[in-house]
């Protein structure tokens, strides 16, 4: 499943889910990397 994930104020990055992190951030994998980041809003 394709999550997005917000680092910092204004980078966005999109990849597949990996796990959710007791703390509330998600682990999305894009390529080899894997990136850690507060899930993105949902939209209305």
Not at 4 to 25: E, H, K, P
Not at 27 to 40: C, F, L, N, S
């Amino acid at each position: 499943m394709l999550r997005t994930i917000v680092i910092g104020t204004c980078v966005a990055i999109q990849g597949q889910f990996v796990r959710q992190l007791d703390n509330g951030n998600i682990v999305i994998r894009v390529g080899d990397q894997t990136y850690e980041g507060k899930p993105a809003n949902k939209a209305a």
